[in-house]
C-alpha cells in the first residue's frame, strides 16, 4: 500500500520557546495543503505534529529530520 505523500515539503514551522533556530517543515498528504491553507484545517504530518498550512518552504528550507526519516524509509 502507497501513501499519497507530497514529495515537497510544505506547511509550518516548528514552534519553540526560543528563537535559537530556523525553522523546521514537515512532511503532510499532498491532497490536505491547500484544504489547510484554505480553510485553516489541521494537518497531520508524517512525524506525528499537527497543525494548519501556514507557509510553504523555499527551496533548501529545513525539513523535520523524522519527517525525512520516515519518508525515506516509505520511499525506499
Known sequence: MEADVSTLTEVRPQESDTDTGPDMFHY??????????????????LCGEKF?????????????????????????
Not at 503532510?28 to 504530518?45: N, P, R, Y
Not at 494548519?52 to 525506499?76: L, N, W
Open 28 to 45: 503532510v498528504q499532498k491532497d490536505k495543503i491547500a484544504e489547510s491553507a484554505v480553510m485553516g484545517t489541521f494537518v497531520l504530518a
Open 52 to 76: 494548519p498550512v501556514t507557509k510553504s518552504p523555499k527551496p533548501g528550507s529545513p525539513v523535520c529530520p523524522r519527517c525525512k526519516e520516515i519518508y525515506e524509509s516509505m520511499t525506499g
